[in-house]
């Protein structure tokens, strides 16, 4: 039996009206005494989306989706995935789900060819091989090597490729750009958009906020095993009201300005001949720029710059986030 | 035609990697030499007694000592090293269950061994049967077997110890502990309880419960199982002086060997389908 031709959400799991693709409730993962690695998750991520998980390494993203493809089992709570129960229906989830996971590794002695035609057997797809490393950017000569000559970038890509086998209606990447060059960092990127577009879920960790930001339609902030919030992009910027800054170049600052009337500036800083402007809404850029000049300031240079994930996570977290990918993986 | 099962998937996988990686033309190639090699030595002894079923009985007892550790490394990282990898949590993000892992593990690498030793001892028999210019056939394939079996109740005990550990060193250290104690130290275990049991050290004669305590070790059991075949039931007689009881028909050592081949396994099993996978 083919698994695409089964129902996407066997039991209908809808939130709001809407597919749930993943929904965790209450989800608790508790080591010893002392160490909480999840507390008391609830999240829903729906069909069709691309969701990302962001937080610092150590937050519980990869012990999150461990729960969720029963790789470890929740000390409480539950989850569900396409509508089956994450511990119970565990088969039904992994033939529609494709997984890159934390701290994978692959078979030294096997060739990438042999791996895909491994993975495509055990999960009866009738994917191609050639199709499959043409997908993920292996030629033919690297997918007959065995895979323990391959570099970090390699193998990510064959992990990638084994992930894509069967057209899984949920693909599941934790930390997928980790040994990726910028061009194996854009291809996760579009491999995830395409995938959303023929309506399928895509569901992805990261530490490095610019990949989060640049593919996901939303987003949850994870710290210390907590869910911080979750919204889109925008969604969480209007709520922080962290909007964007103005940075203007005059030919002089003009005695007194009455910028800081404008509806929507939240802050004004004066620097020799540059004003900085913080302003809470999009509309107040153009008005920040108008009132100066009324002001009688003659404005030599504009530059606006969009508050980025960083400020966002640190305003939600505390912490300090990494900006690029200086740690590979986590644990 | 319907898909053949998962577990029969991975079993196949697991053969494969055996051939590329030539661990099983090192089992072929260990096993043809030494028990040909103990079948010689029976012939340049002087005095050992010869004939065929002689070389067979030396070849056994050099197989009693060799098969278990063959079948240990065959296998003891079956799941454990994965599991260390990290290629396990690929495995089972797809279908197969952890139960059809287990399974189809121990499928593979039973059969690794299996054609290893078989393929092994027919180069032995050709080469005992060019050395005494005959070669009893219910007995040399007697003893195939039973080797074979004595070769996978270990791959059976070194899937379970690696169903039960997280990372390869503990399953070495595991594996050799089992090693040592079920064939090497077993043999002290009959010794000691006939002198807790008695006072004194075993004889010539021993009681009938003696051969039993020896024979519920694989090794063990293989043992007595081949001394059965090669020597028949007088020996036995001979050696407690009596009729034998009935708890020591070949049977119940065939079936002490299929405990150890399936109960390990199963142990395993539960403890792993419970393991969280770091």
Known sequence: MDASTRPTSHSGDTVDGKPAAIRAAGLTKRYGEDVLAVDDLDLTVYEGEIFGVLGPNGAGKSTTIDMIMDYVRPSSGSATVLGYDAQAETRAIHERVGILPDGYGLYDRLTGRKHLEYTISLKRADDDVEDVLRRVGLDAAAADRVVGGYSKGMTQRLALGMALVGDPDLLILDEPSSGLDPNGVRLVREIAREHAERGKTVFFSSHILSQVEAVCDRVAILNRGQLVAVDSIAGLRDALDTGSTVTLTLESVPESTTLTEVAGVTDVAVEDRTVRVSVADAAAKVDVIDRIREDGATVLDVSIAESSLEDLFSAYTGDDPARNDASEGER | ?278
């Open chain 2, 1 to 278: 035609m319907s898909p053949s099962p998962l577990w029969a998937t991975i079993a196949r996988k697991e053969f494969y990697d055996a051939v590329q990686s030539r661990a099983l033309w090192g089992i072929v190639a260990i096993i043809a030499v030494m028990t040909s090699l103990s079948a010689a030595i029976t012939l340049l002894v002087p005095g050992s007694g010869s004939g065929a079923e002689m070389a067979l009985g030396g070849a056994s007892q050099f197989a009693g000592v060799l098969v278990p550790i063959m079948a240990l490394v065959a296998a003891y990282l079956a799941i454990a090293g994965e599991r260390e990898s990290g290629s396990l949590k690929m495995l089972l993000g797809l279908p197969p269950s952890r139960g059809e892992v287990v399974f189809g593990k121990f499928l593979g690498r039973s059969g690794v061994v299996a054609v290893g030793l078989s393929l092994g001892f027919a180069v032995s028999g050709v080469v005992t049967a060019a050395l005494y210019g005959d070669l009893p056939i219910a007995a040399f394939v007697g003893t195939t077997a039973l080797t074979v079996l004595l070769g996978v109740s270990f791959v059976g005990i070194a899937i379970g110890i690696s169903a039960l550990t997280a990372t390869r060193g503990r399953a070495m250290t595991l594996a050799i502990a089992v090693y040592l104690g079920l064939t090497l130290l077993w043999d002290l275990v009959p010794t000691a309880v006939h002198l807790a049991v008695t006072g004194g050290m075993p004889g010539g004669v021993v009681p009938a419960w003696y051969p039993l305590v020896s024979g519920l070790s694989p090794t063990g059991a293989y043992n007595t199982l081949v001394q059965r075949l090669l020597l028949g039931g007088g020996a036995v007689e001979a050696r407690i002086g009596g009729p034998t009881p009935g708890y020591l028909d070949p049977a119940v050592f065939a079936l002490v060997l299929l405990a150890w081949t399936v109960i390990p396994p199963l142990v395993g099993y539960l403890a792993f389908r419970r393991a969280d996978l770091g």
